[in-house]
């Protein structure tokens, strides 16, 4: 393949990851708009400026091929560099208004109005989200070596550091899942925020020192405050019955049986999430037939 054809391609896998990268900021952008509850809006803040981040990176190279002499047509990346400026100047927007909202009279006010108690959840759910965000700018940083990896030929490749850094992603994707789950049920006050700060010395220690060779990671981290959330629940729907009769009763099977229902969503969450990189490293495997 000539070095033409190969620029060529890799201007492609570009494009397409631009679209793809396009999609999945619209969809966050809509979930912004959408969400009603503080903590929600600052998640989908969080993922809004990692997605950017993402396109931008990708504008970097569009940039460079711009000024490339090799490359006649420029049309389609002229028109996805100001694809992604626009998007960009979006974000801006969101940026502003979380900055306007935080230092409004309103704000303020409502501020001066919270409780200690609303104040100490406010606490709990801006940590949590700081360390989902960690996370996933860790998970990106991961992605990005395992990409350079990659374009390495023969010895040069380290597949035992691809293989560590590929289960360090998918470690991460569950703590993830776990912290999300965590947020939903602080909300539903399932949860206390001292229960969460619990947990708060173990989670920073996996966040902060997840790549060190002596690291130890708990698997049981979340197991018993998520754990003996579920008993709680139940133990207090079954107090109801005996007070209130079969009524009450049945309340509590209702929540049991939308405990099993919230599990199950994030079982499928965490899959789409594994199929989502099954299909990035096919696309790699794919950019690499096309350079040999």
Sequence with gaps: MSSLKKLQAEIDVCLKKVVEGRE???DLWEKYHD???????E?????????????????????NWQGNDAIKDKTPLDHARRDIESDM???RIVEREAKTKAF????????ARGTAMSKAMQATQSWVNGAISELQTQIDDFEVQIEALRSKRGKGR???KEEQLSESIKCHLKHISQLETLLRMLDNDEVSTEDVDEIKDDVEYYVSDNQDEDFFEDDSLYDNLIGDSSMRVLSTAMEA?????SGAAKEGKDAEK???????????????REKEKEKEKEKEKEKEKEKE
Excluded at 258 to 272: A, G, W
Aim: net charge negative.
């Design 24 to 26: 999945g900021f619209e």
């Design 35 to 41: 969400a009603e509850a503080p903590h929600l809006r």
């Design 43 to 63: 998640k989908y803040e969080t993922e809004l400026k990692t997605s950017i981040k993402k396109l931008q990176r990708l504008r970097e190279s569009i940039k």
């Design 89 to 91: 100047e979006r974000f």
């Design 104 to 111: 409004s009279k309103e704000g303020l006010a409502a501020a």
């Design 158 to 160: 380290d597949q035992a």
């Design 241 to 245: 019955a005996n007070v209130e009769g």
């Design 258 to 272: 939308e405990k099993e229902r919230e599990k199950e969503k994030e079982k499928e969450k965490e899959n789409e």
